[in-house]
């Protein structure tokens, strides 16, 4: 089992740019593929990005392809998602999620066992 605890979150002007962090304990995160979500209210959480265990593979949706980077550091037990060019719709919680044994390329809620508590992040016009 593994706990996720995210942070990064906050206030930002569209057009800038924050990064999460989302880091893992108990078992070492090296052993799932990772996602973040995000979830705006009265929406549906949807995957925004994904990552192998090694790093080596990502997902991102088309809607933030050239925006958002995820990447990880397995030393550090640590996925970030990097968001730049904020745009006001993408206000919502963020979490972070573990995939058992996914290969970074899914991307429905269920395919992930872990869940983080989320991270607020709010865009300002």
């Known amino acids: 089992q593994v706990q996720l605890v995210e942070s990064g979150g906050g206030l930002v002007q569209a057009g800038g740019s924050l990064r999460l962090s989302c880091v893992a304990s108990g078992r070492t995160s090296s052993n799932y593929a990772m996602g973040w979500f995000r979830q705006a209210p009265g929406k549906e959480r949807e995957c925004v990005a994904a990552?192998?265990?090694?790093?080596?593979?990502?997902y991102y949706a088309d809607s933030v392809k050239g925006r958002f980077t995820i990447f990880r550091i397995n030393a550090k037990n640590t996925v970030f998602l990097q968001m730049n060019i904020l745009e006001t719709e993408e206000a919502a919680v963020y979490y972070c999620?573990?995939?058992?044994?996914?290969?970074?390329?899914?991307?429905?809620?269920?395919?992930?066992?872990?869940w983080g508590q989320g991270t607020q992040v709010t865009v300002s016009s």
């Open positions: 990552i192998s265990r090694t790093g080596g593979n990502t």
């Open positions: 999620a573990a995939d058992e044994h996914g290969f970074g390329d899914r991307t429905r809620t269920h395919d992930y066992n872990y």
